[in-house]
């Protein structure tokens, strides 16, 4: 992972479509979230996170702008091609962030990669093309919710 520091790397191999790992839990509002720990969290709605269990796996798994897995759902990671053993578990973590002035810094090292990592309404036409409906569920919904529109106004 060198200077990304932890991250999820499998001991099998995975096949394509195999459910790697879930995010469970009760949603938690964003602001109840200390803000040290949000960049661990996955974004079940546009004010509303699930956070793994600390220590879990879903609390390492890295960001890659050419990842190996993608979010469905709520927070369900699947294999979206064959993993070798041995490899880092990725996904593409603009696929589930919605909240706008979100940006990291990426270190993912992909020919593909953005330099930074932003929301997913940043993403190019071509990219959001690439994943399809393999994006978190609340982000393809059509409404925007009364919260956004509070924070956004
Ligand atoms: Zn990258």
Redesign the pocket.
């Known amino acids: 992972m060198g200077r990304k520091g932890l991250g999820v790397v499998t001991t099998e191999p995975i096949r394509s479509g195999t459910m790697v790992i879930g995010y469970y839990g009760r949603p938690k509002w964003i602001w109840s979230i200390p803000e040290d720990q949000r960049n661990f969290c996955v974004q079940v709605d546009y004010d509303r996170y699930v956070m793994p269990r600390r220590g879990s796996f879903g609390w390492y798994v890295n960001h ?2 050419d990842p190996n897995c993608v979010i469905r759902g709520p927070g369900r990671i699947i294999a979206w091609r064959d993993i070798r053993r041995g490899e880092e578990i990725t996904f593409d973590y603009s696929t589930n962030v919605g909240w706008e002035p979100y940006e990291m810094k ?1 270190l ?1 090292g ?1 020919k593909s ?3 930074v990592v932003r929301s997913y309404f940043h993403l190019s036409s071509t990219i959001r093309q690439k994943y399809g409906r393999n994006i978190s569920a609340y982000l393809l919904g059509r409404r925007t919710p009364h919260a956004v529109h509070l924070l956004y106004s």
């Open positions: 890659s702008c990426c993912c992909a990669c953005r330099g």
